[in-house]
């Protein structure tokens, strides 16, 4: 059985609240191999580490309020930790940039630009200025792999990623012959709709196959053994040992 690589998804985010620096560093003293952050934009076009397009989840204050309609100052007020654990209370939603900047030994980014109301233009601008801001800045900034769900997306990183590889993210199996005509060197595919055929087209096609969100071991066997390369979990301190 090949050696998988170990992606953090949000971060450890089953030991820290996810997409935190908290839950950075967990992923850093897991010794992963990939730290997966979702990205955003604030409503001046910073962006922001978050999945959910609202701050409801992890903020629990009741108000469902959209991060790209919030300045970056309003979104620094939030307890972003105390939902997960009352001992992460006070943690920040942080900025892209800072996470970047944290020394994570050479360990890389696998970066999830997600679909807002922003132009796919503009969301995918912002985010490559911060790359290109801390390529020149950072010392231990590891390899990146940047992608989305969102087609949109996946087209303006094709125009904009300067040569950095793509990973295009599915749940549905018809996005596969969409991604695969875009030349994709990546994809992520959901654990319960990935089969061995489908595994073997996409490497058959040079193309390398990741698998989210797998926390349970023997099921990350499995994965590896249908020729997975890439699973993507929660709990990295917890995977299969290599």
Not at 69 to 94: C, H, M, N, V
């Amino acid at each position: 059985m090949h050696q998988p690589l170990i992606i953090a998804h949000r971060g450890a985010s089953a030991s820290a609240p996810e997409n935190t620096m908290a839950s950075i560093y967990a992923a850093v003293k897991a010794k992963v191999d990939y730290i997966e952050v979702d990205i955003r934009l604030s409503k001046e076009g910073i962006p922001v580490l978050c999945h959910d397009s609202h701050v409801e989840k992890i903020v629990k204050n009741g108000v469902r309020t959209p991060i790209a309609a919030l300045t970056l100052d309003a979104i620094k007020q939030f307890d972003a930790g105390s939902w997960f654990d009352e001992k992460y209370r006070g943690e920040r939603i942080p900025t892209l940039e800072e996470a970047l900047n944290v020394d994570t030994q050479g360990i890389g980014w696998m970066l999830e630009i997600k679909k807002s109301v922003q132009p796919a233009a503009v969301i995918v601008k912002a985010v490559m200025d911060v790359l290109h801001k801390c390529s020149k800045c950072s010392r231990s900034l590891g390899p990146i792999v940047i992608g989305s769900f969102a087609l949109d997306i996946l087209a303006e990183l094709k125009n904009q990623a300067g040569g950095l590889p793509i990973i295009g993210i599915m749940e549905k199996k018809g996005s596969l012959p969409i991604f695969c005509r875009m030349g994709l060197p990546y994809v992520a595919i959901w654990e319960e709709i990935i089969t061995k055929e489908m595994v073997e087209f996409l490497k058959g096609n040079g193309i390398h196959v990741w698998s989210f969100t797998v926390d349970e071991p023997r099921r990350q066997e499995e994965l590896v053994l249908l020729g997975v390369e890439g699973l993507i979990t929660n709990a990295p301190e917890k995977a299969i040992k290599r």
